[in-house]
Each structure stands twice: as C-alpha cells, then as structure tokens.
C-alpha cells in the first residue's frame, strides 16, 4: 500500500500560527542539537515531523559575537525577500570574547526591535519587517542553562566548571554520565534525571534580575519559554 506525503493542510493551526522562525547560533554542535531536541520534542506532541516545525537553524560557525550579529542581519534581510519571518532567535557565548564585543551584540540585537507598541503576541519588533529578534546569550557558556535544570548557581564559572558540576550532579552521576557537546538528547536526559526544564527558567530569571547579562547569566530561557506551551 502505498500512501500520499503529508501536506501543510495536515498540520495543526496551532502549528501554523506560531509563526516562521529562524535560529543563528555561532556553534555547530551544542546549541543545534539541543533546539532540534526542541523540535523533535513539539513534532512528538502534535505526531508530526520535525522537518513541519517552522524553526529553521543556521549555522555561523567561526564568527565572534558581533559579527555573527552582523551577518545575520544580512542574512535575515536576503531571506526575508523570499519567505515571511517572524522571530529570529541569536545564540551565542560571551566564552573569551571581548567584553566590548559581546555587549555591543547585545544592544545590537535589542535595538531591532524599534517599535513603540507591541504586536498580538506581546513582543516589540522591528518596524520595518514586522520581526521580533530575540538575544540568547549565556556567560560564560551555553553549558549553564543545563546545570540551571538542577541548582541554582550564582559563582562565576567557565565552561569546564559547569560540565564538572553537571557530571557531579547525584542523580546524573549515578548512571555515570559524561557530557558530550555532541549529544542529540541532553533535554531529555536531563528530564529522566530529575532536572526540571520550569526550575531551569525560574532560576534563569533570577540570575537575570541580578546580573543582567554578566557572569552567570542567560537568556536561552526565553527561547524555551517560548516553546514550552507547544511540547510535553
């Protein structure tokens, strides 16, 4: 028997109507895998295919903060030509890069959303194109947001800091876990461990209402905060 592909008619309005969004990261490996867990996560709840989830990631490996900022904005404008997009997401590290760098990516990024009101969804946006573009910066890395799941951390640390506290974690380290960038399913291993994706946004929050964008701190919770209502 054979049977006709899926088309768009297939896919659910709420789906739909959660808009075309496009995620540059300056990693090739730990952010991608954990937004397309992300995704695989909403296509489970709704028995569709990742590939239906309009959240599309582009790659910008090998750039600094700043220009990865500024190429997407160039990429953003090519593509928008072609496609409506409405929500650009940019994840990046402060890592070793220049302070001066990483804060003028920040308030580039903030400054594209020029509108005085907000749209429908709640969000300010850029005039011109009707986009929201969001900043998911960590300091120091990207590896904060997954110990947040668990604890509350509020010491500077480097990025060989968090993995040692990850693997430390009790539960974690009872099945001898070792962290790998490359692993495709940390959200839910994290999750059958005991840690709390809701504890994760709270303490992020916190970190944010104490430090801003200094270290620690990150802003990948509004990403999931996002998506949250659309997965189990």
Same mark, same amino acid.
């Given at each position: 028997?054979?049977? %006709? @592909?899926? $088309?768009?008619?297939?896919?659910?309005?709420?789906?739909?109507?959660? $808009?075309? &969004?496009?995620?540059?990261?300056?990693?090739?490996? #730990?952010?991608?895998?954990?937004?397309?867990?992300?995704?695989?996560?909403?296509?489970? +709840?709704? !028995?569709?295919? @990742?590939?239906?989830?309009?959240?599309?990631?582009? =790659?910008?490996?090998?750039?600094? #903060?700043? =220009?990865?900022?500024?190429? /997407?904005?160039?990429?953003?404008?090519?593509?928008?030509? /072609?496609?409506?997009?409405?929500?650009? *997401?940019?994840?990046?590290? %402060?890592?070793?890069?220049?302070?001066?760098?990483?804060?003028?990516?920040?308030?580039?990024?903030?400054?594209?959303?020029?509108? #005085?009101? !907000?749209? #429908?969804? $709640?969000?300010?946006?850029?005039?011109? /194109?009707?986009?929201? *573009?969001?900043?998911? &910066?960590?300091?120091?890395?990207?590896?904060? *947001?997954?110990?947040?799941?668990?604890?509350?951390?509020?010491? %500077?640390?480097?990025? &060989?800091?968090?993995?040692?506290?990850?693997?430390?974690?009790?539960?974690? %380290?009872?099945? =001898?876990? +070792?962290?790998?960038?490359?692993?495709?399913?940390? &959200?839910?291993?994290?999750?059958?461990?005991? $840690?709390?994706?809701?504890?994760?946004?709270?303490?992020?929050?916190?970190?944010?209402?104490?430090?801003?964008?200094?270290? @620690?701190? /990150? =802003?990948?919770?509004?990403?999931?905060?996002?998506? +949250? @209502?659309?997965?189990?």
């Amino acid at each position: 028997m054979s049977f %006709k @592909p899926r $088309g768009r008619k297939s896919i659910p309005d709420e789906l739909i109507n959660f $808009g075309y &969004h496009l995620v540059y990261s300056e990693g090739l490996k #730990t952010e991608k895998n954990y937004i397309n867990e992300i995704k695989a996560c909403i296509a489970n +709840k709704y !028995m569709v295919s @990742p590939n239906d989830i309009n959240v599309i990631f582009v =790659s910008r490996d090998s750039y600094n #903060t700043k =220009s990865l900022v500024e190429n /997407t904005i160039e990429d953003v404008k090519r593509r928008s030509k /072609t496609i409506r997009i409405d929500h650009v *997401w940019i994840f990046f590290d %402060k890592d070793d890069f220049p302070k001066d760098q990483y804060d003028s990516a920040i308030k580039i990024i903030s400054n594209r959303n020029d509108s #005085t009101d !907000m749209n #429908t969804d $709640g969000f300010y946006y850029e005039k011109e /194109t009707g986009i929201t *573009w969001h900043e998911c &910066h960590s300091n120091e890395a990207f590896e904060l *947001w997954y110990c947040l799941y668990f604890d509350y951390l509020d010491s %500077k640390l480097t990025r &060989h800091n968090y993995i040692e506290h990850l693997e430390n974690i009790k539960s974690l %380290k009872a099945m =001898s876990f +070792k962290y790998n960038k490359i692993e495709n399913n940390i &959200h839910s291993i994290l999750i059958k461990n005991g $840690g709390d994706i809701n504890r994760a946004i709270r303490y992020a929050k916190k970190l944010e209402s104490i430090n801003k964008y200094d270290n @620690p701190s /990150t =802003s990948v919770y509004k990403f999931v905060e996002y998506f +949250k @209502p659309y997965f189990k």
